[in-house]
């Protein structure tokens, strides 16, 4: 089993830039696909970017892709995702998320707790 938090929400201006960290506990991260999702108001949950435990495989959504930018770092257990040109329409809750197994598949079985990321037009 794997605890996650997130950190590094917050507001931005449209066109900035954030940075978002997930640090893992429990069971090493290394054994754990990685995703972010993302819930906005009144929307479904929807997975954003995930990579796969060796971080050679990436999967993004058409929404952020190019923007968006997933790593991790096993040996401190940490995932990021750097967040640039940022829109409006990417306010949401973020999530990281983990699961064992193929990153592109879901359910993912461990989330942490959200964090807020507000983008002002």
């Known amino acids: 089993q794997v605890q996650l938090v997130e950190s590094g929400g917050g507001l931005v201006q449209a066109g900035g830039s954030l940075s978002l960290s997930c640090a893992a506990s429990?069971?090493?991260?290394?054994?754990?696909?990685m995703g972010w999702f993302r819930q906005a108001p009144g929307k479904e949950r929807e997975l954003v970017t995930a990579?796969?435990?060796?971080?050679?495989?990436?999967y993004y959504a058409d929404s952020v892709k190019g923007r968006f930018t997933i790593s991790r770092d096993n040996a401190k257990n940490t995932v990021s995702l750097q967040m640039n040109s940022l829109k409006p329409e990417d306010t949401a809750v973020y999530y990281c998320a983990a699961k064992s197994g193929d990153y592109m598949t879901l359910p993912y079985e461990y989330w942490g707790q959200g964090t807020q990321v507000t983008v002002a037009s």
């Open positions: 990579i796969s435990r060796s971080g050679i495989s990436t």
């Open positions: 429990g069971r090493s991260a290394r054994s754990y696909a």
